[in-house]
């Protein structure tokens, strides 16, 4: 098993009450099973799901990259501003 630290923005953030958690996945994860673990926990997540941009350690990166023990995961919704 390894471990990815998440960090959550905007209103994943405000959906997941925390801006930061420690997850646990099986080694060589992909992200879009963190994507899916955090659904199971935040089902409000899923309807987002679509939208969201990964960033590991601080670069995007598809759906079907492969974490690393001690990664850190930006999970960014879509903003708009003005």
């Not at 926990?41 to 990259?65: M, Q, S, T």
């Amino acid at each position: 098993m390894m471990k990815v630290r998440v960090k959550f923005f905007a209103n994943v953030r405000d959906i997941v009450g925390s801006d930061e958690k420690v997850v646990t996945l099986p080694v060589d994860a992909r992200a879009s099973a963190l994507l899916d673990e955090l659904v199971a926990e935040f089902p409000a997540i899923g309807e987002w799901k679509p939208h969201l941009r990964i960033a590991v350690n601080w670069e995007y990166v598809p759906p079907d990259h492969s974490l690393q023990d001690n990664d850190e995961v930006a999970i960014i919704p879509p903003v708009s501003g003005g």
